[in-house]
């Protein structure tokens, strides 16, 4: 049996970090949903398709060709074979994520390729609708937040590490956060929300080994 663990919440608030050294410290899969978000507008952008073409976008979803491979540097993503683990991280690519995962039949095409990743001994599932909708009956469940602020910083000081060259600007990214967190809470289908046994977790005041040391500690008590 898997044991599943659901870490969602808004961008910036540290889900792939914690997943990521969650999923290792365990010995656990890693599920970036996110990433096939990314890669299903990825995909739409280089296929052309019409972002308002519903049933188009969910031929891209149903027809993604992706390999998640595990390095020790980290998880390298292919698309229909080429490398696009930097192409996927753009800000446009988080708008562009955020636009299709609105689309219902995109959302329903991910579904069971989400689930796959449930193997023994568990898996740890970073998104905005594991808890509630992927994994409803994951053995625990973490709602991780931080201000709006605080998040764009982090953003903003991911962003420049990457030293692509690129100037960015707090604002803009601050506006960017706020758009995303509007339009992810708002659509009908699998909104960003809390499931109703998720255990909240602020993370505006933590450090990261705090976060991590809060969710393990949560994981011993139930298992
Ligand atoms: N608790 C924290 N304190 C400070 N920085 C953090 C914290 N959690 C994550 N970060 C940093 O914030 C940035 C965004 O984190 P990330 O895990 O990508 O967030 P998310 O997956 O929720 O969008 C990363 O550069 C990460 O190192
Ligand atoms: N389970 C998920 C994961 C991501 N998404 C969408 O995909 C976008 C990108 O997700 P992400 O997790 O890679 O983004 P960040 O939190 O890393 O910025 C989000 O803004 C959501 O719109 C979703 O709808 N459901």
Redesign the pocket.
């Known amino acids: 049996m898997a044991f599943i663990i659901t870490?969602d919440?808004?961008?910036?608030?540290?889900?792939?970090?914690?997943?990521?050294k969650l999923a290792h410290e365990l010995g656990f899969a890693l599920l970036?949903s996110?990433a096939l978000y990314r890669l299903t507008g990825l995909a739409a952008r280089l296929n052309q398709c019409n972002f308002s073409d519903s049933a188009a976008l969910g031929e891209v979803a149903r027809s993604l060709d992706v390999e998640f491979c595990s390095t020790e540097a980290g998880v390298t993503i292919y698309l229909s074979g080429q490398d696009v683990s930097q192409a996927i991280r753009t800000e446009q690519a988080g708008m562009d994520a955020s636009a299709v995962a609105a689309v219902p039949v995109v959302r329903e095409a991910l579904l069971q390729r989400q689930r796959d990743f449930a193997k023994a001994p568990g898996v740890v599932a970073?998104g905005r609708d594991m808890g509630s909708t992927v994994f409803p009956d994951a053995q625990l469940k973490v709602f991780?937040t931080?201000s709006a602020e605080?998040?764009a910083?982090?953003?903003l000081?991911?962003l420049q590490?990457a030293n692509t060259g690129e100037s960015f600007d707090y604002d803009k990214i601050l506006q960017d956060i706020e758009a995303r967190d509007k339009q992810d809470s708002e659509r009908s289908s699998s909104p960003l929300q809390a499931a109703s046994d998720a255990v909240m977790l602020d993370?505006?005041d933590?450090?990261?080994?705090?976060?991590l040391a809060d969710i393990l500690s949560l994981y011993r008590s139930r298992c």
């Open positions: 870490i919440g808004p961008s910036g608030a540290g889900k792939g970090t914690v997943s990521a970036d996110g970073d991780l931080a605080e998040r910083r982090r953003r000081a991911q590490d993370s505006s933590k450090s990261i080994a705090e976060v």
